[in-house]
């Protein structure tokens, strides 16, 4: 799948996948190559036990508006958020850089 900056018209990834399962979303990106992406839906917070690299982790509303984006979560942390917002889209730190502001519209396609 494809994760495209609407408001800038921009590709953010061309590889972000999403988590289903409790197993799949508690995972995370731990053991991922460093280019994939993760999209999931929790109002639980995220951690970042496991992960060798730190990651940014992007909040989005309902409507796909970016509403909270937290850079550089070192390993072995936790974040929260408020938990009215479930949409989670978490990336290695380097993938958004420039590409995601708060207020952006994000969308996920197929390729």
Known sequence: MILTNKTRNMIICENIR???TLKE???????SDGKT?????????????GMDVPIDVVILDNKGKVVKIKKNIS?????FWNPIYEKIIEMPSERKDGKVRKGDILA???K
Do not use: C, M, W
């Open 75 to 79: 390993p072995n942390r936790t974040f």
């Open 108 to 110: 996920i396609s197929d």
């Open 18 to 20: 999403e988590a289903k």
């Open 37 to 49: 992406s993760l999209f999931f839906k929790t109002r639980f917070g995220i951690h970042t036990f």
């Open 25 to 31: 979303k508690t995972k995370g990106l731990i053991g």
